[in-house]
């Protein structure tokens, strides 16, 4: 198991990256309705704020303060995850490993927390704390400006 550096800081505030394990999957669209009650599930457990949010078809990314005193992010991505994959027909091939595990083969094993890589998300994003923020008076709705999009994006499998 990897021994992984991060921060503890009650309170804080992190970025994070977590991704679906088969990276061509749109399961995080076509299951948002699943996703956002996951979310809300843990949210309501052991409370947590959405800062930002973008979700893709195959990973997310979401920026989340915890309460004060609180350091505790590994057990809310641990109960979304889990709850999510709750939601979900067993359809999804394992290898012997998870299968001895008892896992699913839904989410890559962990997530990413950052502080940097964040990326200007266009408003066509459908699902995207974005439109909340605009719908709040935070942002106008051409902050992104007119963005030109051609080539492929994301990551080659």
Same mark, same amino acid.
């Given at each position: 198991?990897?021994?992984?550096?991060?921060?503890?800081?009650?309170?804080?505030?992190?970025?994070?990256?977590?991704? =679906? *394990?088969?990276?061509?999957?749109?399961?995080? &669209?076509? $299951?948002?309705?699943?996703? @956002?009650?996951?979310?809300?599930?843990?949210?309501?457990?052991?409370?947590?704020?959405?800062?930002?949010?973008?979700?893709?078809?195959?990973?997310?990314?979401?920026?989340?303060?915890?309460?004060?005193?609180?350091?505790?992010?590994?057990?809310?991505?641990?109960?979304?995850?889990?709850?999510?994959?709750?939601? =979900? *027909?067993?359809?999804?091939?394992?290898?012997? &490993?998870? $299968?001895?595990?008892?896992? @699913?083969?839904?989410?890559?094993?962990?997530?990413?927390?950052?502080?940097?890589?964040?990326?200007?998300?266009?408003?066509?994003?459908?699902?995207?704390?974005?439109?909340?923020?605009?719908?709040?008076?935070?942002?106008?709705?051409?902050?992104?400006?007119?963005?030109?999009?051609?080539?492929?994006?994301?990551?080659?499998?």
């Amino acid at each position: 198991m990897p021994n992984y550096r991060r921060a503890f800081v009650p309170g804080g505030c992190w970025f994070f990256t977590v991704n =679906l *394990l088969e990276r061509r999957d749109t399961l995080l &669209v076509d $299951r948002i309705d699943a996703l @956002r009650e996951s979310m809300e599930r843990a949210r309501g457990r052991y409370p947590f704020v959405i800062d930002a949010v973008v979700v893709l078809p195959d990973h997310l990314h979401a920026v989340l303060t915890l309460p004060p005193g609180d350091a505790d992010f590994s057990l809310r991505w641990r109960l979304i995850k889990s709850r999510l994959a709750e939601a =979900l *027909l067993k359809q999804e091939p394992l290898s012997d &490993v998870r $299968r001895a595990r008892g896992e @699913r083969g839904i989410w890559q094993p962990d997530f990413g927390s950052t502080s940097s890589g964040m990326r200007r998300i266009t408003p066509a994003t459908p699902h995207s704390s974005f439109h909340r923020d605009v719908r709040a008076g935070i942002f106008p709705a051409d902050w992104a400006g007119e963005v030109e999009q051609s080539g492929e994006f994301g990551e080659s499998a």
